[in-house]
Antibody, heavy 125, light 110 residues
Framework: EVQLVQSGAEVKKPGSSLKISCKGS????????IGWVRQRPGKGLEWMGI????????RVSPSFQGHVTLSADKSFTTAYLQWSSLKASDTAIYYC??????????????????WGQGTTVTVSS | QSVLTQPPSVSAAPGQKVTISCAGS????????VSWYQQLPGTAPKLLIS???QRPSGIPDRFSASKSGSSATLAITGLQTGDEADYFC???????????FGGGTKLTVL
């Protein structure tokens, strides 16, 4: 069974750093892009970016570029989303999902086919 | 404000049919595949439709989708109370070079 299991909820102070994880199992982790999606309280889904674990290539949305870092560790079949300085506006649920499709000069996106359970991040002083 | 426009809410009675629209443009829906997601309260989104109109294994045929030009539509027939959820459309945007979502539509089964 294909599964993505995310790390647990976090409560952090503004200005602190954070790294959350998404562990894949049941498939060849290196061969599929992993996407990250933000959902602020009571709001819709926001596309943050994708990473290809095979070579750590990333495509990050301009809305998030420079504020988050996407990474992956093939040996642990785990993708990561990282902040160096959190803001209160980062309070949200963060989902990882397996990207169906492929990217070369552009991305051919069929859908986000398997989702993690979400990681709730609360940033408050 | 989302690049893809969905109605904020739709409603219908059990057993009836409802449609949810998703309006985009040439840079997204018209030239890329559309996918649809169901998010039940308090849970992660789930893929309902991929590649415009393909149902993943396990998704009932009560759910169907279509695309025409720069718009897409999700249809749900034989509505059940368990279908009450938020529904999101998604696609790639060639101008932004990112994935995008619609703002979401809340379905109420009266």
């Amino acid at each position: 069974e294909v599964q993505l299991v995310q790390s647990g909820a976090e409560v952090k102070k503004p200005g602190s750093s954070l790294k959350i994880s998404c562990k894949g199992s049941g498939y060849i982790f290196n061969n599929y892009w992993i996407g990250w999606v933000r959902q602020r309280p009571g709001k819709g889904l926001e596309w943050m970016g994708i990473i290809y674990p095979g070579n750590s290539e990333t495509r990050v949305s301009p809305s998030f570029q420079g504020h988050v870092t996407l990474s992956a560790d093939k040996s642990f079949t785990t993708a990561y989303l990282q902040w160096s300085s959190l803001k209160a506006s980062d309070t949200a649920i963060y989902y990882c999902a397996r990207f169906a499709g492929y990217c070369n000069t552009k991305c051919y996106y069929y859908g986000l086919e398997v989702w993690g359970q979400g990681t709730t991040v609360t940033v408050s002083s | 404000q989302s690049v893809l426009t969905q109605p904020p809410s739709v409603s219908a009675a059990p057993g009836q049919k409802v449609t949810i629209s998703c309006a985009g443009s040439t840079s997204n829906i018209e030239n890329n595949f559309v996918s649809w997601y169901q998010q039940l309260p308090g849970t992660a989104p789930k893929l309902l439709i991929s590649k415009d109109d393909q149902r993943p294994s396990g998704i009932p045929d009560r759910f169907s989708a279509s695309k025409s030009g720069s718009s897409a539509t999700l249809a749900i027939t034989g509505l059940q109370t368990g279908d009450e959820a938020d529904y999101f459309c998604g696609t790639w945007d060639d101008s932004l070079s990112v994935g995008i979502f619609g703002g979401g539509t809340k379905l109420t089964v009266l």
